[in-house]
């Protein structure tokens, strides 16, 4: 059903002509049946979007959510001026009333996106403000409002901030962590000769083991064999560290097979692998979106791992991406060292919860003060470390 104070959207996908005199009018849909007949506006929306990622397209969010999201019904906000979308709010609400009687409200893909925000035809800045005052506004939608992961440099960062300050909720704004990313025009053909020597090296030291064969696009016949091993590598190289593997739960596993069958015409999945001897010791699932290669979910078989072929994978692809043009080579949300020295460019995510209740948001500011301060402490403890990264995994299973 619709939600309260919505306008009836035209059924249009055709792109925005210059009608900015038009006024702006706001749709959300909480039914999937309803959010089929706008998708292809939604998706021609994302292409013209300042931040568009392949995490904001329909497919990949229908994906996400029919893996994960069992007790959430979407909440899709759509701006419209006259008969063309301008601009969107991929957004869920839990069916748990968790504030006030009221439900939280969040961005679709949860952990599973590495970037997130919400969508605007670039330079109608009118339809961002829109959404966020749609989001302010005590429409009864939410008691709390997580915006999860949105980066250092986003205009709706700046809006969420500026807009709070003249409404009545309490906004807590988070740093997360770091997004490197690598953009190919950043480094002359010397300085990407410099950085991969080492790669090259890796190579060969592999290749002399047996015969080394980089398949780029798994074949869809062999697609599900090559998708087994990847969960058995996964499982297996995570068995041995604190923190066991996030595919002994259904719901991932459900999630990356969508993904490789492309269900609901989900086309951007790159599912390569490194093959020795026939046999895959390292297998990558990426994606290729808006000339962009995004890294995304590595394994390797921890047999060879003294030649790294995790690396090997990852700067096979990486020159792949280059020969063929594209732009940027986005290694993801992560602190891992390895990123670092490959990027050209440091993002930054950020956190923001909103809250209508003064009392919930104080509650909730301590409880993030103390997981911040957890985490800091961990950092120092390695046996910590592992005590509650362990009993972390085992209460998401039980519970």
């Known amino acids: 059903m619709s939600c309260p104070n919505s306008n009836s959207c035209p059924d ?43 995490y904001q397209t329909y497919a990949w969010c229908r994906c996400w959510f029919d893996a994960f999201a069992r007790d959430a019904e979407p909440l899709i906000v759509g701006v419209w001026r006259g008969d063309a979308l301008v601009g969107l709010a991929p957004l869920m609400r839990s069916h748990q009333a968790v504030s006030g009687g009221r439900a939280a409200v969040a961005f679709i893909g949860g952990a599973d996106a590495d970037h997130k925000d919400l969508l605007y035809a670039s330079g109608d800045e009118a339809a961002l403000q829109a959404m966020v005052e749609w989001l302010y506004a005590d429409n009864g939608q939410w008691g709390t409002l997580r ?34 990313t690598l953009f190919f025009a950043d480094l002359t053909s010397k300085q990407w000769n410099k950085k991969g020597r080492k790669a090259r090296w ?5 290749a002399d083991q047996g015969d080394l064969c980089l398949v780029e696009s798994v074949p869809s016949e062999d697609a599900e064999r090559y998708l087994n091993r990847f969960f ?8 041995a560290t604190p923190t066991p593997s996030m595919y002994l739960e259904a ?26 001897d026939g046999e895959p010791i390292s297998l990558h699932l990426g994606f290729e979106y808006a000339s962009t290669f995004l890294y995304y979910k590595p394994t390797y078989d921890m047999l060879y791992s003294e030649s790294y072929p995790g690396l090997v994978l990852m700067s096979s692809l990486m020159e792949s991406a280059r020969d063929r043009g594209l732009a940027e080579f986005d290694f993801g949300y992560g602190e891992e060292a390895y990123k670092y020295p490959r990027a050209t460019h440091i993002r930054v995510n950020y956190a923001v919860r909103v809250y209508r ?22 950092k120092k403890s390695p046996k910590l470390t592992e005590w509650v990264i362990r ?6 299973v039980l519970w």
């Open 12 to 54: 249009s996908t055709a792109p925005p002509s210059r009608q900015d005199a038009l006024p702006l009018t706001i749709e959300c849909l909480t039914d999937w049946s309803q959010v089929e007949r706008v998708r292809d506006a939604w998706d021609a929306l994302v292409v013209r979007s300042v931040a568009h990622t392949v």
């Open 232 to 239: 058995e590598l996964h499982i297996a190289h995570w068995g």
């Open 147 to 180: 915006l999860i992961d949105i980066a250092d440099d986003s205009a709706t960062l700046v809006a969420l901030q500026e807009t709070a300050a003249r409404r009545n909720v309490y906004l807590d704004v988070r740093r997360l962590y770091d997004a490197p």
């Open 391 to 396: 009993a972390t995994w085992w209460c998401r």
């Open 202 to 206: 890796r190579w060969r030291r592999l």
């Open 251 to 276: 719901p991932h596993r459900r999630y990356l097979e969508a993904l490789v069958r492309g269900d609901h015409g989900f086309d951007a999945l790159r599912f390569s692998a490194l093959l020795l």
């Open 357 to 378: 209740r003064a009392v919930r948001y104080q509650m909730a500011r301590r409880t993030l003060d103390a997981k911040e301060a957890l985490k800091r402490a961990i």
